[in-house]
Structures are given as C-alpha cells and as structure tokens.
C-alpha cells in the first residue's frame, strides 16, 4: 500500500519537450512509472521517447487516461500550468517548478480550496512509492520498499532520511517533498492524515525546517488524531532572523520571531514526538517504533 | 527585494498616496539645501535598511539650518547597526496628534494576502502582534478580486479608527493592497500613519519588499536593487548566483538543497564548532559552478576549514568532484582543508575522479561535519 501514487497511477508531464521535462521524464519511465502523455501547447502529434505529446492537459487525461500530472514549466508559466492541471481534472499535479511568484502561488491556492486534486510543491522534488512510481526528481535508486512514510520540506535532506533508513533496512511505503515555498498545496497535515488512514505505512518521519507555523499544525494535528508514531527533524537552528536560508519559505521573522526551530521543536516536544539531532537520529527513532 | 525608504516613498507618491515632501542627499550642503527648500522644521533620515533607525541614532528631528547641518554631518557617514550611512532623506515634519499603522503581508498558511490596520502606530509592529494580537485589525483578501472598499473601511472601523479620517484611512489601505498586488510585494507596510491636528492623513514611514521571484516582471522595481551594502562575500554570491548567508564562525559550509545545508550548519553547532556561511549551489550544478562556491569560502578570512557535502539527486557527484579538483588546482597548498562527502548520484564515479591529496573524505555527513570541526579546534 501507498499514498497518492502507485502502479496505476498514469502520468501526463507538462513540459515534457524541455531539457528537464525530457530528463526526467526518461527518469521516471526507467524507474517503471507510467508516463502516459506529455502536454506542451503547440507541440500535439510530437512523441518523446515514444509518448505523445498533446497541446492540452485536458485531452492528454481524455486520450490517455492520465490521472496525475508533474509541471516541468519555467516560473513565470507555471501557476497558469497548475491551474490548467485543475481544471482538466487530474487527481494529483506535482509542481517540481522553483521560483513562482508568491501572488501567482496565492491565485493557485484560492481555486485549490474548491478543487478536488492534490497539488505537491511547488518547489518540491515529487513523490515516490518504491517500486511502482515516482512523479518527480528523486533519485530513485536510494528508496526501498517497506512500511514507514516520509514528508519533508527539503528536497536533498529527504535523500539523506531516506538513505539513512535504507542502509538500516527500512524501507518506506511513499516518500513526499512537499516544498520550501511560503505556499504550498499538500502541507504536513494533509500528508500526515493520508499516512495515518494508510495500513501498511507503520511510522512516519518528518523533517521541517524554519519558516511558517506548518510544523506546529502538524505537532497538534499528531497530538489529536495520530495513532502511527512519528519521528521528526527540524532544520535551521542555527539560522539568524530575517535572513532567507535557501528556500523563500526558510526565514525566521525579524522582530516578533515566529517560525524558529525552537518553537517547532518545542510543539513536536509536547506532541509526544521525539525529535533528532542528527539525521540518522531520526532513523534511530523509527527503527525503534518498528 | 527591500526597497529604501525614499524609493518607497516615491512608488507610493506615484500611486497617489499622501506622503511628506522630501529630497534625497548624499552631502551635508546637499541635506541642508534640501531642508531650506522644504521649509523647517525637517527629520533628516539616513536610508539604510534595519529596524529601529530612530532609537540607534539614525533619525533626528531639526529646526533650522545649523541644526539640519549638524544633524546630517552626524548621520552621513554613521555606521548604523553594522551599515555604513551614505544618504539622508530630508523630510517635511509632520506635526502628528495620532500615529496608526496600515500593512499588507501574505498568510502563508490561509495562502491568501490579509490587509492590517491598528492604532498602535508608531511602535514596532511584530511586538504589538506578540502582546496585544487584538489591536491589530485583520482583512483576508481574495486575490482574484483584490481588497473591497467595504472591506477596507470594515478594517479601519474594527481598529477603533476615529471616525472623522476612517475614509481616508480605509482609502490609503485600498491603495496600499492594490500597489501590493500591481507591484508583485510580498509586504508593504506603514508605521506610522500620521494624523495631523487638522484631521489630514500621511504615510510618514513606507516598507516595501518585493518577490524576488517576480522581478522579470517587474523592470521598474528590479532596476532599484543596489548592490548589497556592507558585505563584499554577498555581493559576490549574488553575483554567482549562489544563496549565501554569511554567520559569525569558521567552519565554510558548502552543500545543495536549503534543507541539508541548513541542517549541515545545524551539525556544526551541534559537534561544538560555529558556522561561517550558508551556502546553497542549488541543483544540478556544474563543475565551474562548484569551483566559484569554494572560491567563495576560501574568501573569507574567519574561515578555518571547509565541509562540502553532496547527496546528488539531480546534481551528479563527478562534476562535483571535477570542480573541487579545479578549485584546489590553483593553489601551491590548500589554504583550508576541505572535507567531502558525496552520497547519491554519481558519488562513485566522483570518488574516482576526485583528487583525494588534496581533501579529506567522509562517508557520512556526521563524520565529515565532526571532521571539519576538529581541524578548525587543531588550528587554534
């Protein structure tokens, strides 16, 4: 079992015929994912590594089933994509896409709130159940096949979780990088609720980051209504206020100084859930709840 | 992207909004010329982006010329809370019986852009949110439709605004959500507003910051950025297209993905040492790329060794192991020593190729951390 995204899921790539949209797109089909169409308006009748191209996302999922979508579109473009991935509909979008503007992001958000897909990222490395699919940029070769769930903000910190769990013999059920954007569309609570209905997934880890109250939300949200133990991280203790760490969403306020991985830290602490030092201290916790 | 007070000001007196009339000098003639032709009294200013100018000595209120002369020879060249003053804004002084204050910021947890108005103008803001939550005034906007008139005065009037300058407050609200959402900000925010003894409203402050994600459309705004004043490694950061933070310690962080490398100087810390930077060369980067980062890090003086750590995702471990070869090939001795680690894709392919004479190599990012601050503790 998995969340999200299994073997039937069938895969429509927006921005299929750029550099990344063609790399990845052969990434995801050699890790066995089904890419069932591409979508780049004015490209329709061209194929990509033997999938066909349509101009639209809505006769991609028409002609070839497609239920999930994964946006390759530069910034200034991908708002627009996601909403057109919402509109066709998918049941899943994946925005890989760094870098969209922030009122672009909050148009999205305002339409998401009465759409029934999923939106992952932006600014995110995708999903991935070991085995059956990956939608996105992760390097397939260091997750395995198991029974505990992964979200995270970070895109390379998830591989080091995910690799610091699989040299154990851990393996995980799906793998989520939600974003390091201010606005996102699948946030902890969401990603944790899915994982909390799903059987086989039997702990979760989480790995937050400064910025944002969404780590805090998640720590009340397990407190309440979580009966699979979750492990957590949270990155940027050492990070000073007002500066952006990397991420536009990793900042901790200036003056009031909300967002801080004490405050994170402090909720996860009063959850009940233990939180890591270290990254294989996060495995440490996991393997223990197994 | 932080706009300066006086340029601010200008993008708000463009859009219509009541602001002081001012002028922009880099002398102290210049100040006091400025100041004789606004009319006294005048607040002289300095343009350097912190909070609490006012307290640090950065603003004084002046009377006439010898004032305005002393006041600008004292603020013009000042070094204000770490930031070298090289302009003042001359401003008429408002004579104020009420100080309020007007914002709009994104909520990023309701994804939706809240418009602000409270009566405890004038004090810092984020403080009056922390101790008094209920004095501040809350719209949330959808951003289809913008910010309603209706809405605006709803604000002013729950804020506990004095009924006879509520519309042309409701009105400088309005007009700070649409420049907001004209102008791609991710803040705008004035504190305070002032109201005068005849009931006029003025926006004696203006903060504005804009996306920097949002600059390609916005030209107008993008050519205002400056050079970063002060330091010289982040300058130099911006230039490579690096996302650089300079700290206070010694150890040289260098790694790809905000997560890791923030987690990375979490390590530092954590195994007794104190980092020296963030720096993220993002994904997928190249040789040349990887060779500018340590160039970077070998720049600055505080640094006593340098921990690279790469999990490869789509960034691949050989050209990183071509760059820090490049890197280390201009140097008779390594000035630093460097630790890496690379896990992920192509890690074995670059433990091949990299020159491992020259650095030290870590399996884990725990033992190349704990590495790298043993080397800055066998320096001292």
């Not at chain 1, 509909?89 to 305002?110: C, F, N, R, S, W």
């Not at chain 2, 609490?52 to 950065?58: D, L, P, Q, V």
């Not at chain 2, 160039?295 to 960034?315: H, K, L, P, Q, R």
């Amino acid at each position: 079992m998995s969340i999200l995204v299994d073997d039937d899921t069938r895969v429509v790539v927006q921005g299929i015929t750029g550099g990344e949209g063609q790399f990845h797109t052969e990434q995801m089909m050699a890790y066995g994912t089904n890419v069932v169409a591409g979508a780049v308006p004015g490209r329709g009748g061209q194929e990509v590594d033997g999938v066909p191209v349509y101009d639209t996302v809505e006769q991609a999922a028409r002609e070839e089933d497609a239920n999930a979508s994964v946006i390759f579109v530069p910034p200034a473009f991908a708002a627009d994509a996601v909403l057109e991935a919402l509109d066709s509909p998918v049941d899943l979008a994946v925005a890989i896409t760094e870098g969209i503007p922030q009122q672009d992001m909050a148009k999205v958000y305002a339409r998401l709130e009465a759409s029934d897909t999923d939106l992952i990222g932006p600014n995110c490395p995708g999903i991935i159940t070991p085995g059956e699919a990956k939608l996105g940029i992760l390097p397939g070769n260091i997750f395995a096949e198991g029974d505990v769930g992964l979200v995270s903000r970070s895109g390379t910190l998830t591989y080091q979780v995910v690799d610091n769990l699989t040299q154990r013999g851990i393996g995980q059920t799906t793998a989520i990088g939600i974003g390091g954007d201010p606005i996102i569309g699948t946030d902890f609570v969401d990603t944790l609720a899915y994982f909390e209905d799903d059987p086989d997934t039997k702990a979760v880890a989480m790995c937050g980051e400064i910025g944002g109250q969404d780590e805090e939300e998640a720590a009340a949200f397990i407190g309440d209504h979580m009966d699979t133990p979750v492990a957590g991280f949270i990155a940027g203790r050492t990070a000073p206020p007002g500066k952006r760490m990397g991420h536009a969403g990793a900042i901790v306020s200036g003056g009031g100084g909300t967002g801080t991985a004490e405050s994170k830290i402090q909720a996860l602490d009063d959850a009940g859930v233990p939180v890591g030092d270290t990254p294989n201290e996060v495995a440490d916790h996991i393997e223990s709840f197994l | 992207m932080k706009l300066h007070e006086y340029q601010a000001k200008g993008v708000f007196a463009d859009a219509g909004l009541p602001v002081p009339e001012s002028r922009l000098a880099s002398t102290v003639d210049e100040a006091v010329a400025a100041a004789d032709e606004i009319g006294y009294p005048v607040a002289v200013k300095a343009q350097v982006q912190v909070g609490g100018r006012g307290k640090a000595g950065g603003i004084e209120l002046v009377e006439s010329e010898t004032e305005a002369r002393d006041a600008a020879a004292a603020i013009l060249g000042m070094d204000l809370k770490g930031l070298h003053v090289d302009r003042v804004l001359v401003e008429s002084a408002v004579d104020f019986v009420d100080e309020l204050y007007a914002g709009v910021t994104m909520d990023r947890a309701k994804g939706d852009p809240v418009a602000m108005v409270s009566t405890e103008g004038g004090v810092d803001i984020e403080a009056v949110a922390a101790e008094n939550p209920d004095a501040i005034a809350r719209e949330h906007v959808d951003p289809d439709s913008g910010l309603q008139p209706y809405q605006a005065r709803r604000t002013v009037f729950e804020a506990g605004v004095d009924r006879e300058v509520a519309t042309d407050v409701a009105r400088v609200l309005t007009t700070l959500y649409d420049l907001w959402a004209e102008r791609d900000a991710t803040e705008i925010e004035v504190n305070p507003v002032m109201v005068t003894a005849d009931g006029d409203v003025v926006c004696a402050d203006a903060v504005m910051n804009v996306d920097d994600d949002a600059l390609f459309r916005q030209s107008e705004l993008a050519a205002m950025e400056e050079e970063a004043a002060g330091d010289d490694l982040e300058a130099k950061a911006n230039e490579y297209g690096f996302d650089y933070v300079r700290l206070s310690g010694n150890v040289g962080i260098i790694g790809n993905g905000a997560g890791l490398v923030m987690t990375t100087l979490d390590l530092v810390d954590h195994f007794g040492g104190t980092p020296a930077n963030f720096l993220d060369i993002g994904g997928g980067a190249k040789a040349e790329r990887v060779t500018n980062a340590l160039d970077m890090v070998f720049a600055d003086e505080n640094v006593d060794s340098v921990v690279f750590n790469i999990f490869g995702g789509i960034t691949r471990g050989d050209e990183v192991a071509k760059g820090i070869n490049e890197a280390l090939a201009q140097f008779d001795e390594i000035p630093k020593p460097v630790v890496v680690r690379l896990a992920g894709t192509n890690a074995t392919e670059g433990m091949e190729i990299l020159n491992t004479d020259l650095v030290t190599v870590e399996e884990t990012l725990e033992s190349a951390v704990e590495r790298a601050v043993e080397y800055t503790e066998g320096d001292r």
